[in-house]
């Protein structure tokens, strides 16, 4: 039996000591990130096998978080499928061209997912350097996600375009949404495949769609996401932005739900408990703004969220959302150890 916290929480399991790690830990807060980073691009880093298990290591080495979440970008699963995507610095994902059409979206779903196996060199590297100490945690983007992406072309506000396609041709947009699935299945695959031990599904846009939107044109295409993880014996984590009004949606199919810092966690847990039998199992939710705080508002903050994380069967502490770039690494390194010299004396 695994003596991992971050698995035994997976597990609907309170171990000795509460599991922290945090979204984007692996990441611009860091100076040895940046140095290491130095002169490659996102995606460049993303495909260095070695590089990417560096990155996904530096956290775990300063911070003593349990889990590392291996160092990748929710736009590699389209670059390995031939995609013309970059992420330009200071806008994020841009597409050559964005996909809308019934011809452009059978052009695109007629590749095939591409070689994966840098990713599982990557994760394999990063599992040899951690050991069983920190298991390493897969992710991928969700399919809403990933289409919203596609269709849209680069970052946008409302997704209106993406929102548009959905409601005007449903066949066009299911089949770009299952097409998002299966590349996200094969980038789960191939961490799998290298050593991680848990699945995180990001849908970073599904806050801007309505609850019955989400129920009809999207969820499906996430679920055979988080089936496919299930059927590899593999515990999964459902996280999305915004998205509230549709935990226990976020919850079918998944182990574990990721609240983000909007949402109550003691009503989020109120929410599941009344939908589900089974363990209810939360990630989250520190409002990503405290780390900026003084200690004594961020320590009360984290306070309130382990009080209201205790009415779960288990908890992972994290942020609502990612690290904030310019975030003092030292306030995090202190937060994990205060959270594990704190429940460890509970």
């Keep these: 039996m695994t003596t991992s916290p971050f698995l035994q929480a997976l597990r609907g399991v309170r171990g000795d000591t509460l599991p922290v790690w945090f979204m984007r830990q692996a990441g611009r807060s860091l100076p040895e990130y940046r140095r290491a980073r130095a002169g490659t691009t996102m995606l460049e880093s993303c495909l260095d096998p070695a590089l990417a298990a560096e990155l996904t290591c530096q956290p775990v080495r300063r911070h003593g978080v349990d889990a590392a979440v291996f160092f990748s970008d929710i736009m ?48 394999a590297l990063t599992v040899r350097e951690l050991g069983d100490t920190t298991p390493v945690l897969g992710f991928a983007g969700a399919p809403f996600t990933l289409a919203a992406y596609l269709v849209e072309g680069r970052p946008s506000r409302d997704h209106l375009a993406a929102r548009t396609l959905m409601h005007a041709n449903p066949a066009g947009w299911q089949r770009l949404a299952n097409w998002c699935a299966d590349v996200s299945v094969a980038f789960m695959k191939a961490q799998v495949a290298g050593g991680a031990r848990a699945f995180q599904l990001f849908d970073s846009w599904a806050g801007s769609l309505s609850r019955a ?25 459902h996280f999305g932005v915004g998205t509230g009004c549709m935990l226990d949606l976020f ?95 509970d």
């Design 76 to 123: 590699v699963p389209l670059k390995l499928a031939g995609v013309d995507v970059e992420i330009a610095l200071g806008v994020g994902p841009v597409m050559g061209a964005p996909t809308r059409t019934d011809a452009e979206i059978a052009q695109l779903c007629g590749r095939g997912s591409g070689d994966q196996s840098v990713i599982t060199d990557g994760v």
């Design 213 to 237: 939107d989400y129920a009809k044109y999207c969820a499906p295409s996430s679920r055979k996401v988080l089936r496919a993880a299930h059927d590899l014996g593999i515990p999964t984590i």
């Design 251 to 345: 919850s079918e199919d998944a182990t574990a739900v990721g609240v983000d810092y909007r949402t109550d966690l003691r009503t989020a847990i109120s929410v599941l408990r009344s939908v589900h039998s089974e363990p209810v199992i939360v990630q989250g939710n520190i409002d990503p703004a405290m780390l900026g705080c003084p200690p004594e508002v961020l320590e009360a903050h984290i306070n309130t969220v382990i009080t209201a994380g205790r009415n779960a069967d288990a908890h992972i502490l994290n942020l609502g959302h990612g690290v904030p770039k310019d975030t003092d690494p030292d306030v995090l390194t202190r937060l994990v150890a205060r959270v594990h010299e704190r429940t460890a004396n």
